[in-house]
């Protein structure tokens, strides 16, 4: 079982202190300044709108210096230090919280909890699994590629002369950018069966993949566009939204689009990425 929880706060503790790092050297820079060292700012308000004045105590003294609208120089300066000194302060607050939940959380490991069950009471293996729902996702290929199987028995495969390009485990696609997401998938273990007959509003469609969102126990529908700014693709394109919004799939929650680049390829990394996060439920890489 993933601990999905822990990759995500360590992800946003790399977030937190990749920001303050970034937010303590713009603040660095702003105290070394002569001309804000220890200036404070005051806002008045007239008929021709706000304006700012900076004030500063020196020798006993205070000091007064009329700087105009917000897009001052000085104004914005001030205004920044102020910014970040407050925000340095909450992200350090904010990762010490996030460290110390992390420290004391102890991933649910149903493995180890039924073998700490006296032995009249552990489960089998096949029992477990059931419990736990760990084969919900294999069961639910099994009986997809099982009705795929009838379903192309009865009424054939649309264009099966189209399918010309061969992945890895020697399944026969339409597309070299479908190789690769097919590949993808399977190198990610995600449980998806390509091309399954669907029924959306009424008609058997296609999707190229439909797959099984283990964290979530939804089915997620999976079309590749290719490229976009060819007029066949874009009417594709138009027609399946149209038919899929209409069916009520909601595009990055049941539904995912990929297009080809401008050159007619597929950037790999960023479909990596939209698995990790919108089919495994896993943070945005930092």
């Known amino acids: ?32 300044r002569t001309d804000i060292e220890n200036k404070k700012l005051s806002i008045s308000s007239r008929k021709e709108g706000s304006y700012y004045t900076m004030r500063w105590k ?8 009329y700087l105009g609208s917000k897009e001052n120089e000085l104004v914005k300066a001030i205004q920044e230090r102020e910014y970040l000194k407050r925000s340095l302060l909450e992200l350090k607050e904010t990762a010490n919280q996030l460290t110390g939940f992390a420290s004391h959380y102890r991933e649910f490991d149903p493995v180890a909890v039924n073998n700490n069950l006296p032995k009249a009471y552990r489960l089998t293996d096949e029992h477990l699994n059931e419990v736990i729902g760990k ?25 099966p002369e189209e399918r010309q390009n061969r992945t890895s485990d020697g399944t026969m696609v339409r597309s070299k950018s479908e190789v690769a997401i097919y590949n993808i998938l399977l190198s990610m273990e995600i449980q998806f069966v390509y091309e399954l007959p669907t029924e959306v509003c009424g008609r058997t469609v296609w999707p190229d993949f439909t797959i099984y969102c283990e964290p ?11 490229r976009l700014f060819e007029e066949k693709y ?3 394109f138009a027609q399946a939204m149209d038919l899929y919004l209409k069916d009520g799939r909601v ?3 049941d539904l995912l689009m990929s297009f080809d680049t401008m050159d007619g390829k597929l950037d790999t ?9 919108l089919v495994c439920g896993e943070p945005l890489a930092a």
Request: charged content about 40%; overall charge positive; proline content about 2%.
């Open 269 to 277: 990394k960023a479909v990596t990425e939209l698995v990790r996060c």
């Open 251 to 253: 595009p990055c929650v």
């Open 58 to 65: 020196e020798n006993e003294q205070q000091h007064y210096k």
């Open 216 to 226: 979530l126990d939804r089915l997620i529908l999976w079309e590749h566009f290719g």
């Open 234 to 236: 874009r009417l594709r």
């Open 135 to 159: 084969d919900k996702a294999r069961k639910w290929k099994e009986d997809a590629l099982r009705y795929k199987r009838e379903h192309e028995a009865k009424y054939g495969v649309p264009y």
């Open 1 to 32: 079982m993933r601990n999905t929880l822990i990759r995500i706060l360590n992800a946003e503790l790399r977030g937190y202190r990749e920001l303050h790092y970034r937010m303590a050297r713009r603040y660095g820079r702003l105290l070394k």
